[in-house]
Nanobody
Framework: VQLQASGGGSVQAGGSLRLSCATS????????VGWFRQAPGKEREFVAG????????YYADSAKGRFAISRATGENTAHLQMNSLRPDDTAVYYC???????????????????WGQGTQVTVSS
């Protein structure tokens, strides 16, 4: 299983970015795919993700109403559309996959064993 995140960059507050996670070796119908982020000096935190059903979506409170996760099944790619970005969204963003995570643990990075490299998102005020 391989994942590769891309699409990060630098934007001003209020701007938008679209992250992509290209995957191989997994199917969205049986694997959970999530987006996490880690800011300097902080723990890695859940942002948004798909459950193992491939249809249910989950969002951190900080992402609700601003971010949207989607997937292009034919391309095995997951996207994270981020709107109304704020300086506190600045972090390295990672995509990750798990074949075993259950719904109650969907936001716990310890249950994800396959990670892509991160992509930097910087939001300036």
């Amino acid at each position: 299983v391989q994942l590769q995140a891309s699409g990060g960059g630098s934007v001003q507050a209020g701007g938008s970015l679209r992250l992509s996670c290209a995957t191989s070796g997994l199917t969205f119908s049986t694997w959970a795919v999530g987006w996490f982020r880690q800011a300097p000096g902080k723990e890695r935190e859940f942002v948004a993700g798909f459950g193992r059903s491939g249809t249910n979506t989950y969002y951190a409170d900080s992402a609700k109403g601003r971010f949207a996760i989607s997937r292009a099944t034919g391309e095995n790619t997951a996207h994270l559309q981020m709107n109304s970005l704020r300086p506190d969204d600045t972090a390295v963003y990672y995509c990750a996959a798990s074949r075993s995570v259950i719904t109650s643990s969907i936001g716990d990075p310890r249950f994800y064993h396959n990670w892509g490299q991160g992509t930097q998102v910087t939001v300036s005020s």
